[in-house]
């Protein structure tokens, strides 16, 4: 019933007494003179912010500025940005932004300032009190749009003839900071090889106690088997393993042992406000095939699924399974593990995938593209290599380094 226990590669404040009888002279000594009156509390008001407003008084465009700056909103918005794939919501929030900024300004695009960027935030904030969200990605916006003109020569050369020059306004220290980026965050933890194993081992005997004492509980974590497995063996996120379906798989005709299950063809995430992106994972992992023709044959049909329900991951009412429940029953297996739920997540398998193709000494290209990360260093942040790894690689190229100098003599 629990399928086949898989081998992994080894990857100060001040008191005031209310009872001390007040000292007039202490009360008039900033009054200078007349009796001293206290302003009751209720009655105190903190003194408005004074509402932000442009350094230059707003003009209108000449048809010349007027037409160049209609060109610099063309080839972004209606160019550049559809071009990446951006969904049309998302390209008419940014235009929005934008928009806002210079209405509020009353400059053009290559007159623009830190400070104007600056005062436009602090109007954002105080005047019409929009949330740090809404601001920080309405900033993010217009630097996008700014960045992008920087970068473009043509506009930058007829910007200077317009007098002006194209410059990036907003900076990490002028914009709203994300509140992950200024508070601490529990470090999540990332199991080696030989501890995912140890995983998968825990995650057996739960199978065949639940057989054993809660029958009807044992398909669960049979389930749970094959799906945090195929999370794990294709590097899924949560998204992605939770819109397979029982068509995603294909085979790779370049290797045979895979099966069906060469290929997993999912829809991940995309980049720049872009809509989902279909990418093709390819498996490394042999162990994959029996475990899953074991799920497909054996354990799916216990959910009684009817014949209009593809979906891989089916729920105890034989639907598709929710990604709550996913996350759910995987911080389930981490508890019975002996590891604080809070310490690893479903994502983690797919950091643990990156991390232990590393140990593996697998190409960071090929991870990369398997992993469907846009860029290099995007998967050397998945990737957490143990201490003695890291030890025995500095071992080995110090030896190297020795043998090759002793050779030479």
């Known amino acids: 019933m629990s399928g086949p226990v898989l081998p992994f590669p080894g990857r100060a404040l001040k008191i005031v007494n209310p009872a001390r009888p007040t000292d007039p002279g202490e009360l008039t000594a900033s009054l200078g003179t007349g009796p001293a009156t206290k302003t009751p509390k209720s009655r105190r008001r903190k003194q408005p912010l004074s509402k932000p407003t442009p350094a230059r008084p707003p003009r209108e465009l000449t048809a010349e500025e007027a037409e160049l700056q209609h060109r610099m909103f063309e080839a972004y918005f209606n160019g550049r940005q559809p071009a990446r794939n951006h969904a049309k919501a998302s390209i008419d929030t940014d235009l929005k932004a934008v928009n806002h900024l210079l ?33 920080r990605r309405m900033q993010g916006a217009v630097c996008t749009f700014m960045r992008y003109l920087v970068h473009h020569q043509g506009f930058q050369n007829a910007a200077m003839q317009m007098g002006g020059r194209l410059q990036e306004i907003g900076h990490s220290e002028n914009r709203i900071v994300h509140s992950t980026d200024k508070n601490h965050t529990r470090m ?41 497995l195929t999370y794990y063996t294709y590097g899924l996120r949560l998204a992605e ?43 490394i992992l042999p162990d994959i095939r029996p475990v899953l023709e074991w799920y497909l044959e054996i354990v799916r049909p216990l959910y009684r699924p009817n014949d209009e329900e593809n979906a891989m991951w089916l729920s105890e009412h034989g639907g598709r399974l929710a990604r709550s429940s996913i996350d759910h029953r995987f911080k389930l297996l981490v508890e019975i593990a ?37 860029h290099a260093s995007t998967t050397q942040q998945y ?27």
């Open 338 to 374: 002996g590891y604080d739920r809070a310490d690893i997540s479903i994502h983690g398998l797919r950091h643990m995938s990156v991390s232990h193709e590393a140990e593996a000494d697998v190409s960071l290209h090929f991870t990369q593209q398997r992993h469907g990360h846009a």
């Open 188 to 228: 999540r933890k990332y199991l080696t090889s030989e501890e995912f194993q140890i995983l998968l081992r825990i995650q057996d005997a739960a199978i065949e106690i639940a057989a054993q004492e809660a029958p009807r509980r044992a398909r669960a974590f049979m389930r749970d088997k094959a799906m945090f």
């Open 241 to 283: 393993g939770h819109g397979l379906d029982i068509g995603s798989f294909r085979p790779n005709t370049d290797i045979p042992e895979l099966g069906r299950f060469g290929f997993a063809h999912v829809y991940g995430k995309g980049s720049n406000g872009s809509g989902p992106r279909f990418r093709s994972v390819p498996s």
């Open 103 to 135: 209405a509020f300004i009353g400059q053009p695009l290559w007159l623009l300032t830190e400070n104007d960027f600056e005062v436009w935030s602090a109007h954002m904030g105080i005047t019409r009190r929009l949330a740090p969200s809404t601001q």
């Open 383 to 409: 990737t957490h290599l143990p201490d003695q790894y890291i030890r025995e690689t500095a071992r080995r190229l110090v030896s190297a380094v020795i043998n090759r100098k002793e050779g030479a003599k």
